[in-house]
């Protein structure tokens, strides 16, 4: 059976922390994926790799970096948090053939107060 | 700008069929997608579609018009159980095999008895 692991299920982080989260997959997966769902905007994909030690840029990476060490492994790093970056983390992977079926991890909810 | 539209309620009884539309605008587009996230869950596949059509997978079944720029999931005989949030997705070409993946804002489906 396929699994998406992330390190929490719930974080509280105080303004300017470093947070680290992480994600782990056991399908031998090469595309990773970091997304964040707010109410009413969908998934918004923030980073995304497709082999390891290799990212690209989503549609809102600001405030984000990412690392992707192992192929199993990758963590999506805020190096600073805000208020504004809470939200429902999701990470996700996908084989480099198989089309469109990603596969989700449970979710981080982060709060920054 | 790229964007999919859906809508963003949906209401249906127990028995009945509902349809969810999906209207994308995209750069590129190499498939549509269905997932299906209950609330508090991980986001999960449901279908593809490459080619113009009906593609049926038990109760549930998808349909894609690239003229149209169009899809929708169709779900027949509704069950309580199919409560959840759908979310389109248009595959992005990144470059290689990476399925890039670009989310609509998802419609909450509400199976009434």
């Known amino acids: 059976d396929v699994k998406v692991t992330q390190s929490s299920r719930y974080l509280v982080k105080r303004t300017g922390e470093k947070v680290f989260l992480e994600c782990v997959q056991d399908?031998?997966?090469?595309?990773m994926f970091w997304y964040r769902q707010d109410p009413g905007l969908g998934l918004r994909l923030i980073y995304f790799?497709?082999?390891?030690?290799?990212?690209e840029k989503g549609d809102i990476p600001e405030g984000y970096s990412v690392s992707r060490e192992k192929k199993e492994r990758f963590s999506l790093i805020l190096e600073s948090a805000s208020t504004n970056q809470t939200s429902m983390y999701l990470c996700?992977?996908?084989?480099?053939?198989?089309?469109?079926?990603?596969?989700f991890g449970p979710g981080t909810r982060l709060t920054v107060t | 700008g790229q964007s999919l539209e859906q809508p963003s309620e949906v209401t249906a009884v127990e028995g009945a069929i509902v349809q969810i539309n999906c209207t994308y605008q995209?750069?590129?587009?190499?498939?549509l997608s269905w997932y299906q996230q209950h609330d508090g869950g991980a986001p999960t596949f449901l279908s593809y579609?490459?080619?113009?059509g009906l593609e049926e997978t038990g109760r549930f079944s998808s349909f894609l018009s690239r003229s149209d720029s169009y899809g929708y999931l169709l779900l027949q005989e509704l069950q309580m159980k199919d409560s959840a949030s759908y979310f389109c997705?248009?595959?992005?070409?990144?470059?290689?095999?990476?399925?890039?993946?670009?989310f609509g804002t998802g419609t909450l489906l509400a199976v009434q008895p």
């Open positions: 579609n490459a080619l113009d």
């Open positions: 996700a992977s996908s084989a480099s053939t198989g089309g469109n079926e990603q596969y």
């Open positions: 997705a248009v595959r992005d070409f990144y470059g290689g095999a990476t399925n890039k993946l670009i």
């Open positions: 790799s497709y082999d390891v030690k290799m990212k």
């Open positions: 995209t750069s590129g587009f190499y498939g």
């Open positions: 399908m031998d997966h090469e595309n």
